[in-house]
């Protein structure tokens, strides 16, 4: 039987006990509030849930992550990132990028897992310094970005955009460039994707990936409001 959480105290079952299925449902209830976010992130949980269903958690095996410094860049990315006319940002919109994440329409993908209530608890997140955006602008339109939370030094995706070619790859390049002048060794992706995979992320056990965040996703973090401090394409992988 799935197990209920209440809304208090915040506790959640050990990720290995999520159901064998690729998914990892682990449970189901408790809340959105940042204890309860704060707490399963670096437990290597994480909320997903439709319209009309209770809050349910999850903790997939496989889980799909990425190392910053070996994001692939291709050669006509690249070419995008310094000729394209676009600039980036982290930080400047955080509304704007949930919201477009929520909003914009994907293949195969009736409406969204983006609720309303979601979107506040990652907005509350922001406010107290714990979940970022990049941002992608072409002149003064928002046209790709993505958002995560970052738990000490890992930070977690949870979705990104795009309104014009390539504007998501471009926000995940900018996003490496930054952790990896922060110090970050991991991005959690969640759960594999094509587009994923041909940006250089990669599947690992969840006993792995738990192993990964008993060591850096604990303790101090860079918690506050973020700024872009890298150039895109200052080094790392580039089939150029």
Same mark, same amino acid.
């Given at each position: +039987?799935? =197990?209920?959480? #209440? ?15 690729? %998914? ?34 999850? &903790?997939? %095996?496989?889980? +799909?992550?990425?190392? #910053?410094? /070996?994001?692939?860049? !291709? ?14 940002? $982290? %930080?400047? %919109?955080?509304?704007?990028? $949930? ?7 994907? /293949?195969?993908?009736?409406? @969204?897992?983006?609720? =309303?209530? +979601? ?38 995706? /949870?979705?990104?955009?795009? !309104? ?12 490496? !460039? ?8 991991? $991005?959690?992706?969640?759960?594999? @994707? ?8 990669? &599947?690992?056990?969840? &006993?792995?990936? $738990? ?30």
């Amino acid at each position: +039987m799935l =197990p209920w959480l #209440p809304p208090a105290p915040v506790r959640f079952p050990h990720a290995s006990e999520a159901l064998s299925d690729p %998914d990892g449902l682990l449970c189901a209830g408790g809340d959105l509030s940042p204890e309860w976010l704060l707490a399963a992130y670096p437990r290597g949980i994480f909320p997903w849930f439709s319209p009309g269903d209770p809050i349910l958690w999850w &903790s997939p %095996d496989p889980r +799909m992550v990425l190392r #910053p410094e /070996e994001v692939r860049v !291709r050669r006509s990315l690249a070419k995008r990132l310094r000729n394209g006319g676009f600039h980036f940002s $982290i %930080d400047r %919109d955080f509304t704007g990028v $949930i919201d477009a994440c929520a909003s914009i329409s994907r /293949e195969g993908q009736a409406g @969204t897992w983006i609720l =309303p209530e +979601m979107q506040q608890a990652y907005i509350a997140l922001h406010a107290m310094g714990h979940a970022h955006s990049v941002e992608v602008w072409q002149g003064d339109s928002l046209v790709g970005g993505l958002y995560g939370v970052a738990c000490g030094r890992v930070f977690f995706g /949870e979705s990104m955009f795009s !309104r014009t070619t390539d504007a998501s790859k471009m926000a995940l390049v900018v996003l490496c !460039r930054e952790l990896e002048a922060r110090g970050f060794p991991l $991005i959690d992706c969640q759960m594999h @994707t094509p587009h994923l995979e041909s940006l250089g992320a990669c &599947s690992i056990a969840r &006993s792995e990936f $738990i192993s990964y965040l008993d060591q850096y996703a604990t303790g101090e973090g860079h918690e506050g409001k973020w700024s872009l401090t890298t150039e895109p394409l200052k080094h790392g992988n580039q089939d150029l």
